[in-house]
């Protein structure tokens, strides 16, 4: 019984031309869309890493303005105000000559036994006491002093190393030529109590005149901010840090402030946040001096305007490789398939063309021969 057999045939020629008008421009419009995507996700990536960033400096931030609020609220207190009242109405009939004797005088004993006496009024007196429970209430507070409008201390929580604190600078800038004025200094180490500060001092204004009467003067515990530092954990190579304005880290996972090390990641980000705050992307992929690409995420506390020793960059790196690790295979893949189209169509192209090529030849021959004049021959 015969079978009917249906064949369907395509001419070779119009089948590449199809080939050749879709698949090329599908390959193209993929290549685009996976760049650009690829891009979206750097760019992705990178506002995560300042997400991380700027959520860490604010918490840094937000330790400092609550600390600023503290000591003025101490030093607005009626007992401190009341204590160095009582202070400066000493040397309301004293010559500013006799004042500076006076003064000289105990710092030459504070550290002697002559000025015993003196040492203990000042730890004991009702305001140090005062000092003594805000400083055991929070263990930030490493220290207080308390200082009149000359300089000299009236209370404190523990003995200071002079009794004339207005040749300080720090003092000088709380003073601010009589304005007062919040002043915070630089990050320090403090061998006795094995951890980091920063100096705060706020000062004392009289409610009425609303004039500078005093200062004080807190050590503040900053330590307390680096485990903010390790809680990133993006990959082996992913890091966070606090630096300075001028690169020096003052914490890092494995390296604190005394290695005085410069952080490769701050330089690499540093022409992107010249920009300024209020401008700057808040990430930037870079080479490291060792060649190594990574993706850097910065933010900023936002104290270096009122606070200059503040000028703090949090930042958050990871190499490029890791990173990107998760979506950088899926794109290549995608590549991969799009390049393979293209190969496929170029092949198949390069066949017809060798295969036409040879059709025509071999037509060619046939019409040489059939042109050729047949010998006659003679009978």
Not at 69 to 79: Q, S, Y
Not at 178 to 199: E, F
Not at 239 to 251: A, E, P, Q, S, W
Not at 335 to 343: Q, R, S
Request: aromatic share 8%.
């Amino acid at each position: 019984m015969p079978v009917d057999r249906y064949e369907l045939r395509f001419p070779l020629r119009r089948l590449l031309t199809g080939l050749l008008l879709t698949v090329i421009p599908i390959c193209a419009i993929g290549l685009i869309v996976v760049s650009r995507a690829g891009q979206a996700l750097d760019r992705q990536w990178g506002r995560y890493f300042r997400t991380i960033a700027e959520f860490t400096a604010s918490e840094i931030g937000m330790f400092f303005h609550e600390r600023i609020l503290a000591v003025g609220t101490l030093a607005a207190d009626p007992l401190i105000v009341e204590t160095v009242k009582q202070s400066n109405a000493r040397y309301a009939v004293m010559s500013e000559q006799t004042i500076t004797d006076r003064i000289n005088q105990v710092e030459r004993d504070w550290n002697s036994p002559r000025g015993e006496p003196q040492v203990r009024a000042v730890l004991s007196n009702p305001a140090a006491r005062l000092m003594v429970k805000w400083r055991d209430r929070d263990r930030r507070f490493l220290r207080l002093t308390l200082t009149d409008k000359y300089g000299a201390v009236v209370a404190a929580t523990h003995k200071t190393l002079d009794y004339y604190q207005a040749d300080e600078d720090f003092w000088q800038a709380i003073f601010a030529q009589g304005r007062g004025a919040v002043h915070i200094t630089d990050v320090l180490y403090d061998d006795v109590t094995k951890s980091y500060y920063v100096g705060l001092g706020v000062p004392v204004m009289d409610e009425e005149s609303n004039t500078f009467i005093g200062a004080l003067d807190a050590l503040i515990e900053v330590s307390s901010l680096f485990p903010l530092l390790h809680r990133l954990d993006l990959g082996p190579t992913s890091r966070m840090m606090l630096v300075k304005n001028d690169g020096t880290v003052i914490h890092a996972p494995g390296v604190s402030l005394a290695m005085n090390v410069k952080s490769a990641e701050f330089h690499a980000a540093q022409e992107s946040m010249a920009t300024g705050p209020s401008r700057w992307p808040g990430y930037v992929i870079a080479p490291l001096p060792g060649g190594e690409p990574v993706i850097i995420g910065y933010g900023s506390p936002g104290l270096e305007e009122s606070f200059p020793n503040l000028n703090w960059r949090v930042l958050v790196a990871q190499n490029t490789r890791d990173a990107f690790a998760p979506t950088r295979g899926v794109l290549r893949l995608l590549y991969l398939m799009i390049l393979a189209g293209l190969a496929a169509v170029t092949v198949l192209a390069m066949y017809f063309a060798l295969h036409r090529r040879q059709e025509m030849a071999r037509v060619a021959l046939r019409q040489e021969r059939a042109e050729e004049p047949k010998e006659e021959t003679l009978t």
